[in-house]
């Protein structure tokens, strides 16, 4: 069973940075696009960012454009998420997934198939 394991969560303050990371086991990772996903009290999960299986191309939400990155390193079998210039609305559940498909890219969440647990990022004022 594949597992995903997202850290880096925690308490930062509006301008801050966070750097997220997803442990990935049981699955040739360096086969698959990853994506990261988040979703906020009372809201429906979002994208937030993606990249394909060599990190040749990335895509990002508008919202996070500019300020947060997405990277990986298939040697350790570990997915990224650099957030800089935090602000509340970024307050969310921030899951990592990856892509049913195989050396594929996608924004939609009916393309992954497994699924972290999430880690919660909060930022205050």
């Known amino acids: 069973q594949v597992q995903l394991v997202e850290s880096g969560g925690g308490l930062v303050q509006a301008g801050g940075s966070l750097r997220l990371s997803c442990a990935a086991s049981?699955?040739?990772?360096?086969?698959?696009?990853m994506g990261w996903f988040r979703q906020a009290p009372g809201k429906e999960r979002e994208f937030v960012a993606a990249?394909?299986?060599?990190?040749?191309?990335?895509y990002s939400a508008d919202s996070v454009k500019g300020r947060f990155a997405i990277s990986r390193d298939n040697a350790k079998n570990t997915l990224y998420l650099q957030m800089n210039s935090l602000n509340i609305e970024d307050t969310a559940l921030y899951y990592c997934?990856?892509?049913?498909?195989?050396?594929?890219?996608?924004?939609?969440?009916?393309?992954?198939?497994?699924w972290g647990q999430g880690t919660q990022v909060t930022v205050s004022s």
């Open positions: 997934a990856k892509t049913k498909s195989s050396y594929s890219i996608t924004r939609e969440e009916d393309d992954y198939d497994y």
């Open positions: 049981r699955l040739t990772f360096r086969s698959y696009g």
């Open positions: 990249v394909t299986w060599g990190s040749g191309t990335t």
